[in-house]
């Protein structure tokens, strides 16, 4: 699902909400978890699961075209771990299949 499709569903389950409310909402959102990550802050959300920032060091990569050696630079990314509801309803649906 990417970011239309939530905001579209979200708009068909609450016709009593403005479409550009519930924009803003889901915008609001989402930038407060960026700001939160940012900041090396973690952000949990009970039920779904939890956002960190993990660091790697680093290492010495290979260009895959030619073959060579690069220096590939430290760096921290996004890391999402999904909690156990999530985790539960998603082993659910999977063996309804």
């Given at each position: 699902m990417i970011k239309s499709e939530?905001?579209?569903t979200l708009v068909d389950e609450n016709p009593h909400?403005?479409?550009r409310d519930i924009e803003t909402i889901v915008a609001t959102?989402?930038?407060?978890?960026?700001k939160a990550l940012e900041?090396?802050?973690?952000?949990?959300?009970?039920g779904f699961g939890a956002f960190s920032v993990r660091h790697r060091a680093s290492r010495?990569?290979?260009?895959?075209?030619?073959?060579?050696s690069v220096a590939v630079k430290a760096k921290s990314v996004p890391?999402?771990?999904?909690?156990k509801e999530l985790r539960e309803k998603v082993d659910?649906?999977?063996k309804k299949k």
């Open positions: 939530l905001i579209s909400l403005y479409q959102v989402f930038e407060e978890i960026t900041n090396g802050s973690r952000v949990e959300l009970r010495t990569g290979r260009n895959p075209r030619s073959g060579t890391f999402f771990k999904a909690g659910a649906a999977r």
